[in-house]
Every structure is written in C-alpha cells, then in structure tokens.
C-alpha cells in the first residue's frame, strides 16, 4: 500500500481568455503481491517519482475537463497500464479560485482564491471490479443565529446540559457521495446542484428559515434533500463538526445579556456522522 | 507588557433579521511602573480575566458598529478608566460571516464564512497621545496567469535563474494602513473602496490587465492606487508573500509543455514589503 | 454515530511529589436506534456535555493508571450504564509531559513538553461483543543519513528517477497495534519495549547501521521485530510518511557537491503502509 | 525590503560517524536604492534564487560550526559582495535532530527529532554598522503543578477572577538575548548554559521549587538568572504564552475535586512580555 501527494497548476486558454486549475492529487496503489515488504524485491515497485510524472502527464495531454473526470483518467491509466496494479485509488481536491470580477466585469487572467468549502473526488477500482466514483464538499462553515434548540434528551446523575429551544447552530460541514454507474454525468453541474440542497436544507427558506431539534436532525435534512433531489446520487455521508456557543453570564457584571454576547466552547467538541444510501440505511 | 485574546459573537436583530459580528480582540497594556516584574507586586496588574469581561461588556454595551468603532471604544475605556495604564493597543479581526443567499434571496437568519481576506484594525494609545487608527486585510490570495515577468536583474556566478517575461505572479497579500485624525469616518465604505483598489492594482484593467515587471512594482503599484483614491489613507503598508510557480520540463518524456502545466516551489520562499507614506518614503 | 474530543489534566500526589497526566480523549457512541437522526427524536440521545462529565468523573474517581486502562474503563461504563448504547470507542492521546531534571536531579513538580512520538490507545466494544484494545505512536520522525537506498524498481517510459545505493532514509512514523485478550498487561512497560523495538529495527546496529533496500522493507523490519520480541501484539499496522531529500546539483555553481548538502523535497510526498497479523497477511 | 525562506540539510562525517545539521535559514536584504518598487528598475535587485544559492554554496563551503557562525557568514557574504546592500538580517534556526542512543550506545547515523524547545539565531547589519548577533530558544513548553499564584492585583467592578494560591503554571516560552561584542564565543556552549539557566530559574530547586506570585515575576527572575550568570548576554527578551488551567467544579456531579482535574481555559489567552538589559530597563 503506498500513496502520494502531488500539487500542480493547469492553465488553458481559449483566445485571450486564461482559465486556471489547482490540484492536490493523492493517488493510492496496492500491489498484486507484497514481495516489496516481505523480500525487499523492489522489481514490481512504482516509484513516487514515476507516479508523479503519469499524473502530470495525464493533466498535460487531457487537461482537466472535470476533477472527477481526471481522477477517473488516473485510475484507467494505472489499471490499464501496470498488470501488478491490485487496487488504485485517486484523490483530487481543487485549490478554490475564482475569477476576479472588476465592477462586474469578469478579468480574463486574475483570480482570487475563496475558500467558502472544498470540492474534491475520488475515483476507486479493484482489478477486475467497476471503477465507483466519489465527489464532495468539505471545510464548509455555516451558522444559524436561530431556529435551533436541543431538548428531550436522555438525563440521569451526569447531566447538566440545560435544555435550550433558541441556541446557535453553527459546524463545519464535511459531505461526500457515491454516483452509481457513470454515463456522461455533467459532474460540475451536480455539484454545485448539490451544493445549493445542502445550504437549503441546513438554512430553510429565506425569510423564516427551519427549526432545527438537533445536530443529527439537520444532518439527516441534507441527507434527505439531496437524495430527493439529484437521482444520480446513492449514498450520501455527511459529518457535521460543531461548535457550540454559550451565551455569557452577565449577572455578576450587573447586565442582561440577551442571547447578544456569546463565546465558543472549546471542547467538548463534538461531531455528528451519518450515511445514508437509497434503500438500505447505515448508520456507521 | 502584556495581552491577550478573546474570542467571541456579537449577534443583533432588526425586526426578524439577524445581524452577526464575529471578531477575535487581542488587548496589548503596558503600565506605568514595572513593578509587577520586579517586585513580584501585583497591586496595579489588571488581570486578564478583568480585560475579558471589560471586552465583553463594551460589546454588549455598544454593539460592535464596526471593528474600528469597537477598536476605539476599548482604547478609551483603558485611558480612562485606568490611571495606571501607560500604552493600549487593540487589534480586531473578523471572521468573515457572510449572509446565505438562496436563488438571490437573503437569508434572514443564515450564514457562511467565506475568507476571502480577513478584515482587521488596531487602535493604539499612549497616554497623553493621540489615538492612531489602523485598518487592514491579510490572508488575501490572488493570482494573475498572464502579464508578468521578471527580467534586467543583477547577475553574478552564483546566478541561475533565466529572465522570464511570461511567468506566473501569485502571492498573499498583507494590506495595512494608517487613518490621519479619524472625524467619524465610514470605516465600512473606506475599507471596501480600498480592498477594490488592491484588486485593480493587482489585476489591471479587466480586458487586458498590466504588465508587472516585478513582485516590488505590483506592491508599489497598489500603493500608489491607494493613496491616489483614497484620501483619509496617512500610510500605507504592503507585504506580498510571494508563490512561485515552475513550468514542468518534459522534455524527458517526450512532451512540450508550453506553459499548461506548472508546480509550486516550495523553497525559496520569498516576501517583499514596502511602506509609503504621503510625504515622506519609508522602505523598512 | 457521534463523538467528541476533551481534553484535560489529572495531577496526583504521592507525597510531596506530583505526578501529571493531560490527555485527549475522543469519546464515538453510535445508538441501537437511528430515530435521532430520522426523527428529530432525542429521548435517546447521551448530550456531548454529559459525556464530557462522565469522562471527568471517571478520571477523578479512578485516576489514569495507563492510557490503556482508562480507555477500558470509559468502554465499561458506556456500555453497562446506557442500554441504547450499540458501539463505543474510546480513543486517549497523552500530551508528552516528562519531569524537569536539573544536573540529574528530578524536578518534584515541575515538568517539560517532550514530543518526540505521540502515545495513544484505543479502546472499542460492540454490545455483545469483545473489548478491543489498540495502542500505538505517532508522529514519530526518525532520520538514517545512510544505509539506504532504493534500486531494482519497476521502469517504463515514464521514468526519471535514478537509482540510488546511498540515500537519506527519513520520515514520520505511526504505529498502531492490537492486544489479544487482556489479562492484566503492564501497559506502559510493553508501550516502552514496542517503542525501543521500532527504533532498533529502523537503525540497525549502533555501530554500523543496516542496509534498508526501501521504505517499505523499513516497515516490514518494524513490525516483524515487535511481533517477535513482545508476544502480546495480535496484529501491527505501520504507516512511513517520507521526506525525501536531494542532493542539491552545484555543477553549474562550480562545485562538488558530495551528499554534503540536500534540500527536502515538498512534492511528492510518499508514504508507505502496512498491517501485518500473526498468522495472516493483511496488505491494506 | 525582501525576504526569503530556504529549508536544507548539511551532512558531515568524521571517519564513519555522521553529523546533521537541518536548518531553516531566512535572509532579509534592503537595498540602498528603491528604484524597483518606484520604477519596475530591477537592476540592482539580487533574485530569490540567487540568495539560495549563495545560501547553499556557504554551507557547502563552511558546513554549519553552529548556528551564530553560518548567520555571521551570510551577513559577511552579502557586505562584502553586493555594494547595494543597505541592511542584510540572516535569520537560523534548527530542527532539532538528535543522536539516536540504543541501550545507551549512540548510533552512528541515526537521528530522532525532539522538539523540546527550538533554537535559533540572528545575525544582522547595516552598512557602516556593527554585526549584532542574536540567539534565542522559542517553543519551549513548561509547567509547574504548584508553587504559583495569583493574588494581590488590581479590583474593579469587572472582576470576577478569585485570588489563587495554588495554582497551575503553564506556557510556551520564548527567549531571545544579543551579545556584545563578539570574540570567538562558544555558542553551543553558551546557548546550553542559557537554557539550563530558564530551566533552573522557573521551576526552583528540584526538592522544594520556588514560590511564583505572576508570570510577570517569573519572566523576570529568568531574566535576571540569566543576565547573571552569562556575562556575554547584553539584552534578554522573554515572552511567557500563558495556558490556565482551571480545577473543574463538580459539586453539580456530587465530588469534591481537590485540584484533581483541571481543564485549559483556551480563552482568554494571555501572554506577558519584558526585555531587560544590563544597565537600563526596557519594558515593551
């Protein structure tokens, strides 16, 4: 089992136009046997550096039309070129730049980098098995300053949580999905599809937003909307880092604070996660 | 000497319309006498804890109208409540809360956090002096792909680097400047004017952009566009940490890569800063 | 599926000589029921603030006999207070405090941070199920200036690398293994002989070294010294996270450069990983 | 004014035993001529990649007889060579690699990082200046488990902080002292001397300790330890990060909790700063 990290830039243009596309890409590869480990024969080995160059090479020749698209261009080129090839896995997350606009007008060549959540992929394949393709979102930060409470949970001699029905909902948001068989799937336009269910569904409508019971509820709305949503998806996991605020107590400085003043608890900090596929239900 | 750091939210409502500031303030005292360190003689030492409430209060108090606002209202309270405080400084940062839009419509409650540039500002005292305002923007990653070169430099036997006139300029930029006598300014509006003169310098015009010739010039350049545009700017300084950007030989394998595929270099790492003032050229 | 990550100090005193142990403890619970998520109900639901009491209470009550011990006991309490309780981990990380020294005497309450490898364990049950227990260390960096090289790997058109007979062997070590069943261990006596072990299979032979043909032979060497030297370990998982280094070229500088001077290389990063059990071989 | 960054090791043999040296070195160099940031003039401007180099070739021709020397050799360098250098600061500081020992037996190439406190030096100078040379210790984490408290301070009506006694002291130091004139100085040496000297001045002697009233107190009984014993150190700077501790109430659990277990306050996070010098004091 070995893997890497490789970072590049792709530029392409078309006329005067520039259009620009960072990359990490990990790739993961296992061998057919393990005789690298056990004997120290490195005959079947792939070096790093060879690894690093296919990559490049494949960006150089087919660009990259979609990260999705790249990361399935590696997995076929590992799996079709190198019999001792077991297993290849890619990983390919995107650097967040986007075109500056000057008073509305599109720059043909700067770019400011907005990292308001993280698109990545991956592709995977077994020798032999379908290729199964991932994508997702992570690093997204999103708050509620209402419509958001925790009550009715289970109480005995530990607790001393009050119940709360007007706190802050607010957690950086990890969301990765599995696409059944491939045919042409516009992957940039799901994406961002899916993008909007998941701050639709963590925000509600616009003008009153929706109450939200808990964490794990809001978890599984996301769940639930974009599986309603976008057909093409069939398992969706969604891991939901919170950080909770406590309203300051300032009784003892003579004030009231009415849910104005607020700081972060550092810990405990928790985590909710869930998956959540279309007929079967894992709870992992 | 001492400071310290709070980190906290600040929310407010207008009819059913939340409003969300939240900042990080890091209050800097110095005290008249040493006394504390030398003698061991706490008698005068105002405790961190005392300067957490003291922040906290003045949010609840006055709200945080803007970070400068919020920045001067701290100085003040230290002057004036504390005789035995010789020097305050307060430095405000944001987190860059930005309100959800769904299809176009803002979201009275929601919000996501988009760095894009961090805003901040410090106001600092003496006792007997005047308050000196600044504001500023760090974290600020642009990237033109076009436009820029670097070429006529000093040249010696341990020179390798070739003269390029097509090369990549991508760096983060660190933007501070300093307010003259501050008679209720819009703090708000200046700073975003500025951030669109830092994008303009670095970009040019959003056709063709602006050769730069160098990291140094691009710096100097948004100086100038600064200080021409917006008048209540005394000084201005401007850091660039430089990324640099190598275009992938491949000749080896038997390909040309005409500038499509390049890699960040990780080291040498290299900065340039530069201070202009109105009047007066300081190079630190 | 939730968890939560605190973290805390347990000082204790054996006379006038303290002792002090801080550490993070991640606590995941996943419930018999999904309704929390499905739901919104939450009459099942354990609070992360009760967790936390719970995993305070139990170290004030018990104190932290090992890391390993504590995970155990955090495991036994979930799972015989909470009925709804389907799966526990518990995961304890140590903070690396060793005691002051002054010309060879130990310090009685003070103490400095060492991080030269991270301890951790990992406690997990399944309701009905055994009780695991895992331990290991992480961001172990270790560095051989010679006695490696990498020779005799698979080359195809995409090759560029050279082969090497004295490279820099160098990266960061993460180690995770598996007791069988436990009956009594002494804990931090077995963790001291694993971590003695891993430093003699990568070094070799204080006088001369020994000759490692790969990264991943350097793994293998490491796990079949534990399982050999300490009966205990069921099953060892190594991952080699590697720095390379060249040999930075000066010809054009005018000199020789002989493996006096390398830089690091940033990109790629490799890594390297393996699980080896006592009858059967895993390659993950 | 730029800056740059370079990250290399430097190897060395005597007969089969190694030697490494890992370094971090930034140079910062201010021409006498600002033309390339008026003008886009890059004539005089000596390139990033050519300070690597120049970099590079020292160690290769020099190695590093410590880290003050090779940051003497880089100012000389670049004095004596470039007549449009203004200023040069060349900035080292380690990794902190260390002879892996096997039963008490050092290896003869292997080596183990051990973060216990970083050091690094500062050599800078202006033209016609004297060469000042710096050196310092940064992350050093400590803690005192008694023997610290905090009592007699400054009370308003925004206190809320309770005297204390016993408490916990702990933090990340930072320490940084010039030397006079320099005449052949051990470094290594001295810089050993200085360390044991924080250590010895903040925990006390090892049987009893020594009572600390404020962090304050303790960075200056650093100060003056230091300043007494090491006759080569002119100015020393000490900045104290505060982590606090608080003893977890748990009265609400039905415990008494006797400064048993304590949790970090992450916020508000302190620090306190002194610069103290042989004849005049500075307090910043």
């Known amino acids: 089992y070995g893997k890497n990290t490789i970072k590049f830039l792709r530029l392409h243009k078309e006329g005067k136009k520039h259009f620009v596309k960072e990359v990490e890409v990990c790739a993961h590869l296992r061998l057919t046997s393990p005789q690298e480990y056990l004997e120290g024969n490195n005959s079947l080995v792939i070096p790093t550096d060879t690894i690093k160059n296919i990559v490049l090479v494949l960006a150089k020749k087919n660009g990259i039309p979609s990260l999705e698209q790249f990361a399935i261009d590696i997995c076929n ?30 720059h043909i060549h700067s770019f400011i980098c907005v990292p308001d959540g993280i698109r990545f992929c991956e592709a995977e394949q077994c020798r032999n098995g379908p290729l199964i393709v991932f994508a997702g979102i992570k690093d997204l930060k999103l708050m509620k300053t209402t419509q958001s409470g ?3 949970f289970y109480k005995n001699e530990h607790t001393t949580l009050p119940e709360r029905h007007d706190r802050i909902l607010c957690g950086e948001l990890f969301c990765k999905w599995s696409y059944g068989e491939c045919k042409d799937f516009d992957f940039d336009c799901i994406w961002k599809k899916i993008r909007e269910c998941i701050l639709e569904a963590f925000a509600g409508p616009p003008d009153c937003g929706e ?34 605020y406590n309203v300051v107590d300032m009784k003892n400085l003579g004030l009231t604070n009415d849910k104005e003043v607020l700081v972060p608890v550092e810990a405990p900090y928790g985590s909710c996660a869930c998956t959540l596929g279309r007929k079967k239900f894992f709870e992992a």
């Open 77 to 106: 080129h590992f799996m079709t070129t190198f019999c001792q090839v077991a297993y290849v896995k890619a990983y390919v997350q995107e650097v967040p730049w986007q075109r500056l606009h000057e008073g509305g007008v599109p």
């Open 150 to 152: 925790f009550e009715g």
């Open 211 to 244: 109450y939200s019971p808990s964490y794990q509820k809001t978890v599984n709305c996301i769940q639930m909307l974009v599986l309603s949503r976008v057909s093409q998806v069939q398992v969706i996991e969604v891991v939901l880092n919170n950080t909770f």
